[in-house]
C-alpha cells in the first residue's frame, strides 16, 4: 500500500487531498513538528536525505517534492479527468500553475514567514528596533508589491474561469491550494480578491478535501495569524 510520510501542518496536505480525489488507498506516517523550532523531526532524515515532507512510499517508488508527487500520482492512477492531454492548450495552462505555485508565489509567502519571524523573535531592546525596520523596508520595497501584484494576477485569472487551469477542476488546484491558504492568513482574501476567496470556499466543498482533514488532521500554517496589506 502506498505510504504517505506526513509532516504536520504542511503540503502533506494536499497530498492526502489528491489520493482521495483519485480513490487510492494510502497509510499515513505521521511526524509532529519541533515544538521550539517548527521543523519536521530527525526521524524524516531516514525516509529522504532532506528530511523533509511530503514523502511518499509506493512500492519500489520513493519520492518527495509536492509538484514531482503530484505528477507521479496523476500520471500512475489517474484515467484523465485530474490532468489533460500532454500538449493540448489545456495542458499548457495546467503546468504553467503546477510550477507557478512552488516557483513564482510560495517564495515569496516564505519571505514573508522569515520577516514575521524575524520581527517577533526575542532579542535586546536596542535591537529590535533595527531588526524591524530592515524587515519593513524589504517589505516596503520589494515584498508587499510582489505579494499584491500576484495576487491580482491569480483573483483575474479565476474571474475568467472556476479553476485554475479553466472550467474543469484539475491537480494543478490541489498544487495551488497549499500557496493561497499560506495567502490567506496572512491577506484578507474576501475583501480585496474574491476569487480566490470563491476558490478556496470551492475547495473546501469538496468531499475529498473534507477526507483528507478527516484522516490527516486540521492544520494551521505557521505565521498564520499575521495579515499584511497588498
Sequence with gaps: MLIVHHLENSRSQRILWLLEELGVEYEIKRYGRDKTTSLAPPELMAIHPLGKAPVIVDGDVTLAESGAIIEYLVHTYDDGPLHPPAGSPEWRTYIYWMHYAEGTFMPLMIISLILARVEDAPMPFFVKPVARGIA?????????????????????????????????????????????????????LETGYPHLAGFLAAVRARPAYKAALDRGGHYELMGGNRRQKS
Excluded at 516596503?140 to 472550467?167: H, P, V
Design 136 to 188: 519593513g523596508k524589504v517589505r516596503a520595497s520589494y515584498l508587499d508589491s510582489n505579494i499584491g501584484r500576484n495576487l491580482k494576477f491569480m483573483d483575474e485569472t479565476l474571474g475568467q474561469s472556476q479553476w485554475f487551469g479553466g472550467d474543469q477542476f484539475s491537480a494543478a488546484d490541489v498544487q495551488m491550494s497549499f500557496a493561497l491558504e499560506a495567502a490567506e492568513v496572512r491577506t484578507d
